[in-house]
Structures are given as structure tokens and as C-alpha cells.
């Protein structure tokens, strides 16, 4: 396995790096610490233009942050993980994904600092920043470890390799987990929309039973891959906005990572509307785990 981690020393980078700490990964797993900094730009001239006796101030903050960085790698050294560290001028978000991509990483984890669903949705932080554009699994930690899993699925193609990505890894294996699927609404609010736009035809009434069908087969699959692959699961479905109710569900079920698959929305829909994953990314209280096909 390769492992980037996003370290600034803040509180919840170092959350990112106990719960890896805190996992089994396969032996040969080599964690990189990565962290950003950046130089000071004199806009007088209006050419943003560095100055030049910055420029030893760039090499002391950058010894400075390979230093610390190499501190914050003890507790995974401790672990019998192999260590890098990089001190990387530039945007903490493009300086990760500069990273992963280079490396082949495996998961980018990062930290997540809580901001206001709002100001996340709209300007995004690190880690949402980070979990919309990598080419690789993103790991948001908001806990230090891991001991009940939610797992969630659409039935999709994004969805069907969670539970052989998670087996392959093994750093969850022989802990529980819940397999979710979540199915249309079944609601008072939902039948009078039914009625009023299909003036009673019962079709779509009957894909709403086929699809709610679905999504217990679907919730029953993964939950037996899930355990074939050694983390013991059970299925359950819920109805409702899928991300609202796989938030709801961790709540609710005791989880404290979430996994979910993504399909890698691009341009004006992953700007305006997002996608299931980064929703679920900006609102759950727990670590949440984004699988890219073929991670």
C-alpha cells in the first residue's frame, strides 16, 4: 500500500495520522507525509513578483516543516510503517494531489477541520477539495480510529469493487460492518407528489417497488462480498436522499467510517450539484473512506 498523508501539525492532520497508525496495513506499506507551505508575494509592483530575500526564508521554512513532519512520523514508525516526508511549496490541496499522483498512491488521508457545511459546500476545504479531484481513494478522518463500518452501495459499477478493495487492504478485516442500500422515498409527502404529477397511474409506483426490491438485493450482495472478504457485514436498506440517509444510517448504526464509492462526476454537476460522495464527505460526523473504481 501507499499512503499520503496531508500533515500541518494541526490537530485534525494528526487525527489522520493516529488512525493510520492505528490500522493493519500489508506489510511493504510506505506512508508519505506531505506538507505545504508557501512564500510571501509582493504584489507592489503588480506583477506578483517573489522577493528576492525570500528566498533563504523558503529554505528555513522548509527545513523547518521536513523537520516537524519527521516528529509526526514517529507513532507511525512506532507501527512498522515506512516513512517519507515532503515539505511541498504550494496549496495544501494541489501539493496532495501533485503527491498521489506521483507516488501511485493507493488512499490520500487527510484531516478534516469541521467547517461550516456552507462555507465547505461553497468554497471548499482540503479535504473536500481533495476528495472531489483524486484519482485515488481519500480517506477524511475525523475520529482516530476505526471500529464499526458503513458501507454503502447504489448497485452501481463505482459501488460493486468496495468490498474487494476493502479485503485486498485488510485494514479493516474482522471488523463489523452494516452494507446499505437506500431506496426511493416511501412517504405521505412522496405518494400526494405521485399522484399529482401521474394523475394515478400506478407505473411509477411499480418501479418504486422493483427499485426498493433492488436495493435490498443490492444491500444483500455486499453484505455477503463484504464478509467473504473478511469484515463480517449485514445488509440493511433505508428510503430517502441517499446521502442524508447514509449520514443518518452512521448515526444511527454506530459507524465511524463511512465507505462509499464514486463516480467521478466532473464539471458543472460536481460544482453545483456534487455528488453523493462529497455530500456525505461535508456532512457526517465520522471518517469517511472514498473508493474510486479500481483503487
Not at 70 to 93: I, K
Not at 123 to 128: C, I, K, M, N, Q
Not at 210 to 224: I, N, P, Q, S, V
Request: hydrophobic share 45%; proline share 3%.
Amino acid at each position: 500500500m501507499k499512503i499520503v498523508i496531508g500533515l500541518d501539525g494541526s490537530a485534525p492532520s494528526l487525527v489522520a495520522r493516529d488512525l493510520v497508525a492505528g490500522l493493519h496495513w500489508p506489510d511493504g506499506s510506505i506512508v508519505h507525509l506531505v506538507g505545504a507551505y508557501q512564500v510571501p508575494i509582493d504584489w507592489s509592483g503588480g506583477f506578483g513578483t517573489r522577493l528576492d530575500w525570500l528566498g533563504d526564508l523558503e529554505s528555513a521554512m522548509r527545513d523547518e516543516l521536513s523537520d516537524q513532519l519527521q516528529q509526526f512520523g514517529e507513532p507511525l514508525r512506532a507501527a512498522g510503517l515506512e516513512v517519507r516526508v515532503s515539505a511541498m511549496h504550494g496549496r495544501a490541496a494541489d501539493v496532495l494531489l501533485d503527491s498521489a499522483r506521483d507516488d501511485g498512491a493507493d488512499v490520500i488521508v487527510v484531516g478534516s477541520r469541521g467547517r461550516g457545511s456552507l462555507a465547505t459546500m461553497l468554497l471548499g476545504s482540503v479535504a473536500a477539495e481533495v476528495a472531489t479531484h483524486a484519482g485515488c481513494a481519500v480517506l477524511v478522518a475525523r475520529q482516530p480510529r476505526v471500529s464499526r463500518l458503513l458501507v454503502a452501495t447504489d448497485g452501481s459499477e463505482a459501488a460493486s469493487g468496495l468490498a474487494e478493495t476493502l479485503g485486498r487492504w485488510g485494514c479493516f478485516a474482522g471488523l463489523p460492518a452494516d452494507a446499505l442500500a437506500v431506496a426511493v422515498p416511501d412517504s405521505p409527502a412522496f405518494e400526494l407528489m405521485t399522484n399529482l404529477y401521474t394523475l394515478g397511474d400506478d407505473r411509477l409506483e411499480n418501479q418504486r417497488e422493483e427499485l426498493g426490491a433492488r436495493a435490498e438485493t443490492d444491500a444483500g450482495r455486499l453484505a455477503a462480498a463484504l464478509t467473504e472478504a473478511g469484515i463480517p457485514a449485514q445488509p440493511t436498506v433505508r428510503r430517502g436522499d441517499a446521502a442524508s440517509e447514509i449520514v443518518a444510517a452512521a448515526t444511527s448504526l454506530g459507524a465511524d467510517l463511512v465507505v462509499a464509492g464514486s463516480r467521478g462526476l466532473t464539471g458543472l454537476d460536481r460544482l453545483l450539484l456534487g455528488s453523493v460522495a462529497r455530500n456525505v464527505v461535508v456532512h457526517a460526523q465520522c471518517s469517511v473512506l472514498i473508493v474510486r473504481k479500481g483503487s
